[in-house]
C-alpha cells in the first residue's frame, strides 16, 4: 500500500454522479428553476430504474451502473461519439509487456471528501472486488487479472495471467472498474449506500446532496472532476424513481420532469411520438432480453429429485423450438425491439444467427411438431410444468405482456403449463442466484461495444449469471479470444463459441433493443449522448 494513502482527512459534503443508458425520455417544460451554478440550470429526471447498490462490488445492473458511471471516476471511459475507450482519470495507459497493463494516474486527484486518490486507491479497488466476490457482483470480469502493482503513487501495474488481452483496458471502463476510496469502502465485504455516502467517497462529475434510496436522489456538479468527459453542462440533477411507468408517462406529459429514463411501454412510446411538446430520438443501442436457466433446478436439473441432463436439455431444446420472437417484437414492442437469434447482437463483429439454424423452423419462426419430437425421444412426459419468472419493475411494463406471449407459445401446443411469477427488482437479484428461480428473465446492457461483453459474464465457468453452467471448452474458447490479436482468428472464435453455447442452451436470447429518448424543446445534447458508446449521460445534458 502506498504511503501516501495513510494519513487522510475526510471533510463533511456529500458526493455522487448520476448517469444512464438506453432509454430515455424528456420533457420540454418541467422541473426546477434555470439558476443553477456555472454548469447552468437545473435538470429534474424520472426513472423506474431500480438501484440495487452503490458498491461497485455489489450490484452488476443498468440501474446501479447509471449511478457509478458519473460518480466514481474510471481509469478508462468512452467519450461521447466514439465506442472506443481512453484513459480518463489515467494520464496515460498501456501494455509495457505482453502480460503488463500500466497505468499512469493525472496528478493532484481527490475524492470529494478531500482524500488523496492514489495508485494506493486503485490497487485497493481490484483487489477487493476479487476478494469480495459477491454474486450480485462483478467480479468475473477480472478472469484474467493476477495482480496489481504500485510501484509509486501515480504508477499502477496490473499483472495478467494471459498475455496480449485484447480486452482489459475495456475492462476497465466496465462496471468492475470504478474507483473507490480505500478509507470509506470495506476491503473485504460489501460497504453500505448511507456509509458511502456520508463518507463523500466520489470523484466523478456530480457529488450528492440528497439520497433517498430509490426514491429520490440530488446531484451537484463536482469542480474538482479531472476526467476525459469534462465539466458538467448543468448544475443539478434531481432524480426521481418512479414504481409505475404509467404515472412517469404522466409526468413527462405535463412537463413535471425534464428526462425520464426507463422505461415506457412501447405503445407509451408511439403515444409520445404524436406529442408535439417533445421530440423522439432514436439512437444505436445494445439492449438484449434473454431467459437464463438454471442448470440446478430447472425441470430435471442437477439438484431436482429427477436428474436427468438429457432431459434438462431437451426441455431447453423445447423452450428453444416454441418461442416466437416476431409476437413478442411486433405484438408487444411494436418493432422497438427486434428478434435476437444468437448470443452477440447483430451490427457488433462476429455475431451471427446459431439460434435461427438450430432451433424452431429454420427461419426465425417457431416449431412445435421439432419441441414435441425432441421432447418424446426425451421420454418426457406432456404436458411439462415449468415456472418462469419475470420483473415487471426492471425492464417495463411491456415485461407482462412480453411474458403473457411466451407463455401461450410454450401452452399453445400442450407440451408445457408455465406458472409465471414477478418479483421485485431488489429480491430477485438475491433470489436469482439463490437457485430459487428455474427459468428466468433478465436483460443485459453492453459495458463496452465488443462481442465479449456478451460472452465473458455468461459463459465462463464462474459466470454473473451463477446458473451452474459449466463447459469447459466454452470456457477456454473464451479465454482464448480476449488474447487473440489476429482479428479474423479472433472473429472465427467468436463465433466457435456462439455456435457452442447455442447447443447447450444455458440463455436463450430472444429480443434485441436500440437506444431511445424523448426531448424538450429546452433540453440539449440528448441526440449527442445517444452514442456508439451505449451511454447515455445526464452530465452532458442542459436546458435551452
Partial sequence: MSSASTNRRRALAFAAGFSAAALALTGCTAGGDDEGGEAGGTLTIGTTEQITALDPAGSYDNGSFAVMNQVYPFLMNTPYGSPDVEPDIAESAEFTSESEYTVTLKEGLTFANGNELTSSDVKFTFDRQLAIADPNGPSSLLYNLDSVDTPDDLTVVFNLKSPNDQIFPQILSSPVGPIVDEDVFSADALTSDDE????????????????????????????????????AKTETVNV???????????????????????????????????????????????????????????????????????????????????????????????GTFTPLYSYVPE??????????????????????????????????????????????????????????????????????????????????????????????????????????????????????LANHYDNPEVNDLILQQAVTADPAEREALIGEIQDAVAADLSTLPYMQGAQIAVVGADVEGAEDTLDASFKFRYAALSKG
Fill in 240 to 334: 426521481r424513481y418512479y414504481t409505475d411507468a404509467s404515472n412517469l408517462k404522466l409526468d413527462v406529459q405535463e412537463g413535471n420532469i425534464d428526462v425520464a429514463n426507463r422505461t415506457l411501454s412501447a405503445t407509451d412510446i408511439e403515444d409520445l411520438r404524436g406529442n408535439d411538446n417533445v421530440k423522439v430520438v432514436d439512437g444505436p443501442g445494445g439492449e438484449i432480453r434473454y431467459m437464463v436457466f438454471n442448470f440446478n433446478t430447472m425441470p430435471f436439473g442437477a439438484t431436482t429429485a429427477e436428474a436427468d441432463e438429457a432431459k434438462a436439455l431437451a426441455v431447453r431444446q423445447a423452450v428453444a423450438h416454441l418461442i416466437d420472437r416476431d409476437a413478442i417484437s411486433e405484438e408487444v414492442y411494436k
Fill in 347 to 464: 451490427g457488433l463483429t462476429g455475431a451471427n444467427e446459431a439460434l435461427k439454424e438450430l432451433y424452431g423452423d429454420g427461419n426465425g419462426a417457431p416449431d412445435a411438431t421439432k419441441a414435441a419430437e425432441v421432447l418424446e425421444a426425451a421420454g418426457i412426459e406432456t404436458p411439462l410444468d415449468i415456472s418462469i419468472q419475470y420483473v415487471a419493475e426492471r425492464y417495463g411494463p411491456s415485461s407482462s405482456d412480453e411474458y403473457a406471449v411466451i407463455k401461450d407459445s410454450l401452452e399453445a401446443d400442450g407440451l408445457f403449463t408455465v406458472n409465471l411469477q414477478s418479483t421485485e427488482w431488489v429480491q430477485y437479484s438475491d433470489d436469482r442466484v439463490a437457485d430459487l428461480y428455474p427459468v428466468y428473465q433478465l436483460g443485459w446492457f453492453p459495458d463496452y461495444s465488443d462481442a465479449d461483453n456478451y460472452l465473458t459474464p455468461f459463459f465462463l465457468t464462474e459466470n454473473f
Fill in 196 to 231: 458511502i455516502v456520508e463518507g463523500e467517497a466520489f470523484a466523478g462529475q456530480y457529488t450528492i446532496t440528497t439520497y433517498n434510496f430509490n426514491e429520490l436522489v440530488s446531484y451537484q456538479a463536482n469542480p474538482d472532476y479531472q476526467g476525459l468527459l469534462g465539466e
